[in-house]
């Protein structure tokens, strides 16, 4: 094939990626490098098929993998497996990685600089919440946000995780969700509850392999500003009934906040979190998930219940990511974990 004169339509673009339209279209919308059409047709934008072939390339080898993690039900280990997988893709794997905190419980935070440095930083506006405030602030009134200053570099109190950034959350996100649905919608419209996330840390996030977002346990307005950066999402579950009963709702609510934007998010999995073997309503619920075909894949790793993993929620210093998560197993399934989530993320591109 003749790169240099052959040209590609939105279709081809698609079908030479493996994806979808609906992901070129995002693509387009996000990521500047994407190459410019050299026409616009009645038909759509044609492009030159050595800059798509090129683009691709290089869009293989760097990019970020932005993955949010949900459960509308807490204590299922939502926060634990976020922190567990990103020291280990830092740590094991050698990934650059960001950790976006959007849960009110601060508990990632926590888990990753500790009380008194999330303290520090809550008091002097250091946080997530100072940006969703800024957009309630009356027009003509200073942002306050400092994306630079409220970013943690090299957090994590395990010497070998040296690649881990993060983006803190305050108890203050509580309050100020309530309140951003009233927001002004401003000129034209462009003031967007939901897109605060995107616009701030977009010069960011192309500088990790991958950022994982801690999302509050519910469907609103923050946890819609993570979903919007995301590709995929994860949802850590112990298996019994209370945990998973709200399983669908996250999918459709997902599925059509996604179809509304005109991007895919795509359904990563279920997690299986705090499993005992001896429990058969443990069993009985996996067998359920495991075989309902309108569910996400069930993950084939299922992370134990154990006390190393809950006391992990510590911020205690450790050598190693074995050391902190457990040498009985329960590293070894968050190891195998991460392994399977990096192989589903880079199936969708």
Partial sequence: ???????????????????????????????????????????GPVFQASQIHRYLKRRRKNMTHVIATINLKGGVGKTTTTAALAEILSAEFKKKVLAIDLDPQT???????????????????????TLFEDALRPEGEPKKFDLDATLQRGVSPVRDVRTLDLLPSSLDLIKVQDRLGTMSSGLYYSNNPTDLLRRATNRLIGNYDYVLIDCPPNLGIVTLNGLRIADGYIIPSIPDNLSTYGIPQIQSHVSDFAENLGQDI???????TKYRAASTVHDNTVYRLCNDENLPQVFETMIPEANKIAEAGEHVPTGTVRQRWGYAGQFDALRDLTVEVMSAVEEIG
Avoid: C, H
């Fill in 266 to 272: 795509v359904e990563l999995g279920i997690v299986i």
């Fill in 107 to 129: 508990n990632l935070t926590t888990m990753l600089i500790g009380d008194e440095k999330w303290g520090q930083l809550n008091q002097k506006g250091r946080t997530l919440a």
């Fill in 1 to 43: 094939m003749d790169r240099d004169n052959d040209l590609l339509g939105l279709y081809e673009v698609a079908e030479l990626a493996n994806v979808s339209r609906t992901v070129i279209a995002n693509w387009r919308n996000r990521d500047p490098g994407f190459p410019k059409p050299l026409a616009t047709l009645r038909s």
